[in-house]
């Protein structure tokens, strides 16, 4: 009889074929690029295996999937993927050309192979092995499928609302993970929210000559004393109110950051990082401290500063506008609402009222109990899977749009995939190994024979 794991091995070459075909559709959101024909294509794979298909309209944004297949469980599993990917520039650093995919050295090279486009595949790979070995998958599984992550899923929440009793289900495994340094996987029960601002600032309708200083104001000043005021040099965030609703981790929390292997060596020397925050001053925090900071704490971090002329050479000018772009990462009860109204009343107070501010990306923070049996599930069968003990993040550092679907289908979520260390997700040269790819279709189908076994049998085995 074929093993689940040999149905994966088996059903590799076509899951790379599959693969190689969806990377190399162009799907970036921000550009408006290719979403047509990859909704088109996601329709075709997942039709062609069986399921049923609708392509739901997404209150005006690009359309969101909803793929499910019958099983004979009462139970249903859903996994939420998106389907856009990062713009590919700069593409002079792209040793391939980002939507010509190409395998290389066991790795397969390609926008959006890691994020997300090879997990959405793995996880197809994984209901074909089931369906090979049983004839069926175990459970009901849907697929939640949306076309604006990358671009912070604007008009995602009111869709899972305006859909919910299509997609309610038992519990959910989100779109990434990987393994770290050590070949480790890395679990994730939850997400930080995002508060992501512009900040505008004009003075004048033309740029003029410097010399106009003495008697004009600069919006590039402006600007930057209005950001100065934003954050103190020890990294605390100075807006009043700002760590009302932080909260802070649990002890339950606390026991898995203990348990979180980091060499902070290796992770400087990766990233060409000259000093960690916690460094200056001479200050020294254990790594669980340092964990802690990285998944609990909220941030306040400039991304981007545009003003006047930065080319070669000079240009004596005054600037008529200057601009930045701000993201604050949430934790706890916070919310991008509360922190923007925060930021406008802060920056009025300050007399920079002036300043437009206009909100380009709000999500909530969620997180999952770690309590729930379904985390437990996700660790053994990734043990299984792996060889090895994975190693479970209370929640990650990045975001997403994972609480609208962790509060509006009261679910758990879980957050898995088969990316590594060296992916490069949203660089050039981005790449997933292809041994990763066959472990997390095999971790997808072992999680999906597990979880279809029945209440009953459940109770008898318990």
């Not at 990062?86 to 650093?93: A, H, I, T």
């Not at 010509?100 to 197809?124: M, T, W």
């Not at 001053?281 to 400039?302: A, N, W």
């Not at 985390?375 to 043990?383: F, H, M």
């Amino acid at each position: 009889m074929t093993t689940l794991r040999q149905a994966v091995a088996s059903e590799m070459p076509r899951a790379i074929e599959d693969l190689k075909a969806y990377c190399g559709q162009p799907s970036v959101a921000a550009q408006n690029l290719g979403i047509a024909d990859t909704v088109e294509l996601v329709r075709r794979l997942f039709t062609e295996e069986g399921a049923r298909v609708d392509v739901l309209e997404n209150g005006g944004g690009n359309p969101i999937l909803h793929v499910e297949f019958e099983g004979p469980s009462e139970r249903t599993l859903l996994f939420y993927d998106h389907y856009d990917v990062q713009p590919p520039e700069p593409l002079e650093e792209w040793t391939t050309p980002p939507f010509e995919p190409v395998v290389r050295d066991g790795r397969l090279f390609a926008r959006g192979s890691s994020d997300n486009k090879g997990d959405l595949i793995c996880r197809l790979a994984a209901v074909r092995a089931l369906k090979r070995v049983y004839g069926h998958v175990p459970c009901r599984v849907k697929f939640l499928i949306e076309g604006e992550e990358e671009v912070g899923s604007p008009t995602f929440a009111g869709s899972v609302e305006r859909y919910k009793d299509r997609f309610q289900a038992d519990a959910c495994i989100w779109e990434f993970g990987m393994k770290d340094e050590t070949e480790r996987p890395l679990l994730y029960g939850g997400l930080k929210g995002i508060c992501y601002l512009q900040f505008t600032v004009r003075t004048m309708d033309v740029d003029l000559h410097s010399s106009m200083a003495p008697i004009v104001h600069n919006p590039a000043w402006r600007l930057v004393w209005a950001l100065a005021s934003l954050k103190g040099p020890d990294g605390r965030v100075l807006i009043p109110g700002f760590y009302e609703n932080a909260g802070g981790p649990t002890d339950r929390d606390l026991a898995y950051i203990e348990r979180i292997p980091w060499d902070v060596a290796e992770f400087k020397r990766y990233h060409g990082i000259r000093e960690l925050w916690q460094e200056r001053g001479g200050r020294t925090l254990s790594v669980p401290e340092m964990v802690r900071d990285y998944l609990f704490e909220p941030t306040c971090t400039i991304c981007g500063l545009e003003a006047g002329y930065a080319g070669p050479g000079t240009k004596t000018v005054l600037p008529r506008e200057a601009s930045a772009k701000v993201d604050f990462r949430l934790v706890g009860r916070m919310s991008p609402q509360e922190v923007l109204q925060k930021v406008r009343a802060h920056l009025d107070s300050l007399g920079y009222d002036d300043i437009q501010v206009e909100s380009l990306g709000p999500e909530h923070p969620y997180q999952t109990s770690l309590e729930n049996p379904f985390v437990d599930l996700v660790w053994q069968t990734a043990k299984e899977a792996y060889g090895k003990d994975p190693v479970l993040y209370p929640t990650a550092a990045g975001s997403g749009p994972m609480y609208p679907v962790g509060n509006i289908l009261e679910v758990p979520i879980i957050s898995t995939g088969c990316s590594y260390w060296g992916s490069g997700a949203h660089a050039p040269d981005e790449n997933i190994r292809l041994e990763d790819f066959e472990q997390g279709a095999f971790h997808m189908a072992l999680l999906l024979e597990r979880f279809g076994t029945t209440s009953e049998e459940r109770r008898r085995q318990g």
